[in-house]
DNA sequence: CTGAAAGCGCTTACAG
DNA sequence: CTGAAAGCGCTTACAG
């Protein structure tokens, strides 16, 4: 079972407050008490009650990340995944312990969950509804937003940049020569997908070229199944449009559409280029492996731990708006 | 800025020891001392200090999920990352709190982690050192092990029955018609693959015929790579043995060692039937779909969190060998 | 260099 | 039905 720093200070026959001094090397005491002391805790397999030091201390050492998540998967999203286990990985490093809670029904019961734990800090992934945000902020606790689509003021965010991702999809799509390029969007309501359909669309219009109406379609939500259905409902269209590429606005939706071609028995990139966006790990494992804009998703995690560990310390933070830089990767399906 | 016991009671006109009790719940009350206590929470936002609530009861309403990963990924593992999603679910549901850790440098380091965060109760989910397992069996702290390889007495394992499962593939590719099988069985010291290659061969011995050795290859590890590699080594035996179908025990193999297939332009699943095992998400997106015997995380996370919240609550736990029945799944690669 | 005391924010008997 | 007191396991001034 677990000792208290009672017993050692007994054992070692000292007081509490000189184990707990040399636990925490804070101030002077005498070598001989220190090996004294520290014997009994070796002997004791003695640890610190964390939630006793937290209660004094007021730092809890935790941090809480909360992901907005309308159903499954959480934690094995295989985007938000990587997310949180960069931040899991930098947690480490910096002696937080870290609280994986998801918001699935956009109550505050969630948030609240988080601010009874008193963590010292909490990561907000994803679209997180305005009222637990308020409700958070209200609560005075430093927070970071990472791929937020909302837009409170003084608050640390860091996101893609997404625009950039879009207009990179489209420079190197046209850069091979494809001038009829299919599109498949995904919920203009989230700000990335938003961004990355105007980046790609930007392009196009300043390289002479815009984007025809008829030439985009707009899959109900961001996934495989989406993607692939979008395809087969725009399928007579994409074929007698003499379209010779694709790009979807993530990943998951350049899948499904891809498998619907390849089962029409399209020769991917040779009849069709396809290029996604996100840089998921299936995309690499596919066949054909998908050409992607990767999104970095280790510095997102990595950098919310860092900053919000400098906000917790009260440091001072310099720049509110993070944007990383997102990486064209080149496969097989273009 | 939160608010304490000690306000409410001053601005409600009564004593921490009644404010305590109405948000309890226990203990005889006056409704007009309790509405007024009420109106001032509300008012205030107050919210119960969990730290110190710990520290009195004792009980931390947090558990622990130590995951054994040599790299990357954690919680977005396709597998494992499965686990924890149901185990997030579950815990949510129980109203607790879970901390998500690593064990990658094989030290106590993130079993000390937890142990002074004082969790009530440990998951620990693959193969963890024996040293880390030894570790916090003294502790004294209630675990349980998921997929977990190693023996230890008087101690709740949740398992899949790996061995069933093989049988499930052999049985399932034999009916198909099936005699010459290929098979990719990932590292043996591994109790899922040890236990499948093994389920699989005693079906075909059982059948009258047995596998040859020659039909038999060990990726080094269980990943994608490793599956592709080892198909491509095997390439020219594969091709001069008259295999129509292929094992792997598990998913990321038979998926490397389908690509690599492909690319070949063998036929799947008219020339060669593929079946993986762990029903991971990527398996039913691929093209074509992996045919797999499926795992039921969602079970083993939530058996795992309902068993140690028995533990938690020293309630009996009769069963302490938790073994779930996998699902054959068919898609397009059989 | 070391110890006694107060306090972190709660809950839990114990009186009344 | 309600309040005063003790205590959960630490840390932090304050004396000495």
Known sequence: MSH?????????????????????????????????????????????NAVARAMVSQRTHNIGVLIYRREYPIASHPFYGKIVDAILATAARMNYSVFVTTDHEMSLRSADFMLEKRVDGLILISRLQQNVIDYIHNFGIPYVMVNGSTDVDNVV????????????????????????????????THRSHYLRLHGFRDYLNGNGSPLDPSSLAYPQAS???????????????????GYTALF???????????????????????????????GIDVASIYTPSLTTIKVDT???????????????????????DIELVPELIIRQST
């Open 248 to 278: 979807a606005t993530n990943d998951m939706i350049a899948l499904g559409a891809m498998k619907f071609l390849i089962e029409q028995s399209v020769r991917i990139p040779d009849q069709v280029a396809v290029i996604g966006f996100d």
């Open 4 to 48: 208290t720093i009672r017993e050692i200070a007994q054992l070692a026959g000292v007081s509490k407050s000189t184990v707990s001094r040399v636990i925490s090397g804070k101030g002077y005491i005498h070598p001989e008490t220190r090996d004294a002391v520290l014997k009994v805790i070796e002997k004791l397999q003695y640890k610190p």
């Open 298 to 320: 280790e510095a997102m995690g990595r950098t919310a731990c860092t900053l919000l560990d400098k906000l917790i310390d009260q440091q001072p933070v310099n720049e509110l």
């Open 157 to 188: 965010h860091v996101v893609n940049r997404d625009q950039d991702g879009g207009m990179m999809a489209a420079e190197y799509l046209t850069g091979l020569g494809h001038r009829r390029i299919f599109v498949l969007a995904g919920p203009q």
């Open 223 to 241: 996934t495989f199944e989406q993607g692939y259905e979008m395809m087969r409902q725009h399928w007579p269209d994409f074929k007698s449009g």
